[in-house]
T-cell receptor, first 110, second 115 residues
Framework: EDQVTQSPEALRLQEGESSSLNCSYT??????LFWYRQDPGKGPEFLFT???AGEEKEKERLKATLTKKESFLHITAPKPEDSATYLC???????????FGKGTLLTVNP | DAGVTQSPTHLIKTRGQQVTLRCSPK?????VSWYQQALGQGPQFIFQ???????QRGNFPDRFSGHQFPNYSSELNVNALLLGDSALYLC??????????????FGNGTRLTVT
């Protein structure tokens, strides 16, 4: 069965303090690794899709990378508005579903 | 360009009752998926609809059923509600192109509370 594990569960940073979030996955026949941002009371907002090991994608202060077993979401010089829960999910084989991790709750203090 | 819309936003039901949640997909999308998100957890896949048929189902009992209409909108029905059904129910839409790895676009969900 596909599994996605995210760490840490919660991360508190000072504004400008760069860090990384981890997503370990066991997804048979990975077809895509997805990152989403979720604000309280809202649905997940799509950030990135990564398709193969070695791939990287960037958007503003965020950069997502992918290896054969893990994905990282690097946050450079974060701002308070980056505070949210970041979700990682994988799809594989002939599955149409996404398997999500529990998320990392990021808090950026001014 | 309207995104995914869900109604109602909040709902309170009594144990044993039945509930229907509604979803309109993003313009240009023809595939609808439903997810359940308990507090502090990631979303869990319930099922996906395409061409008005259930294409795949997650590990949810038959009390959970759905429907997709010709205009691609969808409903999620839950019968015989249990306290454990209290959660945020998320609808997500996608385009069929790139069917296995097409990004899902989520609505803001329906918060269901069962008392």
């Amino acid at each position: 069965e596909d599994q996605v594990t995210q760490s840490p569960e919660a991360l508190r940073l000072q504004e400008g303090e760069s860090s990384s979030l981890n997503c370990s996955y066991t997804v048979s026949g990975l077809r895509g690794l997805f990152w989403y941002r979720q604000d309280p009371g809202k649905g997940p907002e799509f950030l990135f899709t990564l398709y193969s090991a070695g791939e990287e994608k960037e958007k503003e202060r965020l950069k997502a990378t992918l290896t054969k077993k893990e994905s990282f979401l690097h946050i450079t010089a974060p701002k308070p508005e980056d505070s949210a829960t970041y979700l990682c999910a994988g799809s594989g084989g002939s599955n149409y579903k996404l398997t999500f991790g529990k998320g990392t709750l990021l808090t950026v203090n001014p | 360009d309207a995104g995914v819309t869900q109604s109602p936003t909040h709902l309170i039901k009594t144990r044993g009752q039945q509930v229907t949640l509604r979803c309109s997909p993003k313009s240009g999308h023809d595939t609808v998926s439903w997810y359940q998100q308990a507090l502090g957890q990631g979303p869990q896949f319930i099922f996906q609809y395409y061409e008005e048929e259930e294409r795949q189902r997650g590990n949810f009992p038959d009390r959970f059923s759905g429907h997709q209409f010709p205009n691609y909108s969808s409903e999620l029905n839950v019968n015989a509600l249990l306290l454990g059904d209290s959660a945020l129910y998320l609808c997500a839409s996608s385009a069929r192109q790139g069917i296995y790895n097409s990004p899902l676009h989520f609505g803001n969900g329906t918060r269901l509370t069962v008392t």
